[in-house]
């Protein structure tokens, strides 16, 4: 006598589930309203955009209650990866079904509006795609892409000894490449340490318009090519659905036990041989329980059940009630309630809590996530930076005239202060070769390379002064001063918007300095704005921060994980973490807020625009400093442009060897030299505002030429356009002119 796996109380409800699974896996495909077809359907009630993937559907839907079976029979800690990704109505229905999507998302909620929603997002703008996406409860393959489940659910079956990955191969898949190679995965499945993998080939026949090779071979190939892969095969064939259920749910409870005794060998008994795992080939009709013959072709069956079985109802009328018996075939009102809730008794046919499969966390990132053991960086650090080709450049320059008077390459890769001493004297030296009694030396340097020994090494000679900048937060009290104090600098900035400084002295390494306090206005504006963009970009994500942390979203409701993300928004930014201050309230009603930090606020502001200048020339002018200062900042940006492509033509500019770098930083320091000869011959007679070498440059390339052959002449003329006005004044100051026709030649 032989004994059923499945009581037929037992088979009437999971026969039940599954029809509840094809229903919904319809009408998120076809529905717009109307989804309890409490009323006839008409065409308003169905989307006039049809997409998705019918074929597939109810044979993962098939599955997936008869997972549920085993995994509460069995309680197995259970993920399911659907390489036929793209029947997303299958796994977004199931975890619907089972809760999971609900809880994650509340506004999809167990009722007859949640239902209506359900249907309505499905391929829908604003909504969620057609097939099993990152989104979806319980998902970690993307159902787009095919070919690479099975690779994907042996990594997460790895190093997880209790995991038992289902993963559901689709016919058309399993001809892929990557899906080919992957059935020798099972040859690094250690039983002892690993988790399982049971594949699922579902054999429905065809793929989007062909058949597939897998369902056309004789079964006795098939069984011996998986066999071959090192897989002991179990087949559940027909159409059925009755006997279907019987031979699944007999063949499931064999593969589950298998894969204890597998595992029980290894890690109880010691058995190291490789095992012959067990897998499932379910060949059932694609398309199976939907439409028979639509328009006189067979759909179930074959490829065209594929994606969409019916056509749009408007232009196909006698589609519309077709789509109606197709739905009512399903029985909605045996399996939902009046309320739209799934009846209590095939709610119960569902796993609970984790070991529901949209709920489990090895299928939900984040859940389960630790840190990584990772080795302290610092034991791996390299005495400075000798691993990178860096070197320096000192120059001397002409405070008179900003020609380059001398220049020295220094190793970059040294802390500053060996070098800063050795520099300095060679700057010096040369200095006094120049003129031996009354040459200063003034050091002009910024923030980066004001150390107390470079400063020292300073303050030791009577003829070198320096001139650099310092953090404004080093001196907040004086940086912050009301503009009232502040005086107007000559010539910088705008007549209606002037630079402001504020002259000062305080002590700064050992000694009594010079400190000039500037504030830039239209430096200040722009750095407020960025702020306040800055914290609205600030605001509105904490906005999305609260929203999760109140549903409580999964990895949403940890406040301390909360604060993480926070501070990494604030590094992406380039912001600080103190403009904002975070409250969480955690308990059944979790409640996130966050307020603006003004005090915080007001005292960046205070700050923008502000650059604090300190020298130990106490008989120079406050403009002087300024000018001084800047000098470094003219040079610099001379010396960049120096090194432009339009003005050096020297190629390649990007070196690593300390050769190449040296013999091109003698070909920009050249160039500087011409641009600064350009720019003190051209502005010697000029009236009006100085003009840069660059844009002297830039203004003698827009003057253009031609070659013109002239008629009984042998050699051609190259002849100019009429330069404009800045044009011919650099012509002038050469000692060029243009001739009426066109002509250059010497003054």
Known sequence: MNTKTLTPELLRRMDAYWRAANYLSVGQMYLYDNPLLKRPLTLTDVKHMLLGHWGTTPGQNFIYVHLNRVIKKYDLDMIYVSGPGHG???????????????????????????????????????????HASPECPGSIHEGGELGYSLSHSFGAAFDNPDLVVACVVGDGEAETGPLATAWHSNKFLDPA?????????????????????????????????????????????????????EAMA???????????????????????????????????????????RVDGRQIEGTFRSHQVPLSDPVTHPGHLQLLEDWLRSYRPEELFDEQGRLMPELAELAPKGDRRMGANPHANGGI?????????????????????????????????TELPLFYRVYEGNTHDSVVFRRIIDEMFGVMCGFNTTKQRLTVVFDKGMNSPEAIRTIDGNTRVHFITTYSPHFVEELAGTDLKQFAPLVHQGKEEDPVLALRSRIPLWDQERTVVVTHNPKTARKKRYTLEQKLESLRLT??????????????????????????????????????YRLDFTEGDSCEMSFRKDPYQVGKSEALFGRNVIVTDNHDWTTEEIVKHSLDRYRI?????????????????????????????????????????????TVNANRAGEAISGPTILDRMRQL???????????????????????????????????????????A
């Open 250 to 292: 007999a063949t499931l409870d064999t593969a589950v036990e298998q894969i204890r005794k597998i595992q029980q060998d290894a890690r109880v008994c010691g058995n190291v041989a490789r095992p012959r795992w067990p897998m499932i080939v379910l060949d059932s009709p694609k398309g199976w329980t939907g439409p028979k």
């Open 704 to 746: 253009h030429s031609a070659l013109l052959l002239y008629p009984g002449k042998r050699e051609a003329e190259r002849v100019l356009e009429t330069p404009e006005k800045t044009q011919s004044e650099v012509l002038s100051a050469f000692g060029y002119q243009i001739t009426d026709s066109g002509v250059l030649q010497k």
């Open 193 to 245: 340490t690993d988790g399982a993998v049971l594949p699922i080939l579902h054999l429905n026949g065809y793929k989007i318009s062909n058949p597939t090779v897998l369902a056309r071979i004789p079964r006795e190939e098939l069984d011996q090519l998986l066999r071959g892969y090192g897989w002991t095969p179990y087949f559940v064939e027909g159409y059925e659905p009755g006997p279907m259920h």
């Open 368 to 400: 389960l996530l630790r840190d990584l053991r990772m080795p302290d960086f610092r034991d791996y650090a390299v005495d400075g930076k000798h691993h990178l080709r860096q070197l320096g450049l000192a120059l001397l320059v002409d405070r008179g």
């Open 636 to 680: 610099e940006k001379q010396f960049r442009a120096s090194k432009s492509a339009d003005h050096v033509n020297v190629n390649p500019f990007y070196h690593w060897t300390d050769g190449k770098i040296r013999c091109h930083l003698l070909c920009c320091v050249i160039a500087l030299v011409a641009l600064r000869m350009i720019e003190t």
């Open 88 to 130: 997303g109505p299958a796994v977004v229905g199931n975890t619907y079904l089972e809760g999971t999507y609900s809880e994650i998302y509340p506004d999809i909620s167990q009722d007859k509006a949640g239902l209506r929603k359900l249907f309505l997002q499905f391929s829908f703008p604003g909504g969620i795609p057609s």
């Open 542 to 579: 904490l906005l999305e921060y609260r929203r999760a942390y109140r549903e409580k979203q999964p990895h949403w409701r940890n406040p301390e994980a909360i604060r993480e993300r926070y501070l990494r928004e604030c590094e992406r930014l380039h912001i600080g973490a103190q403009y």
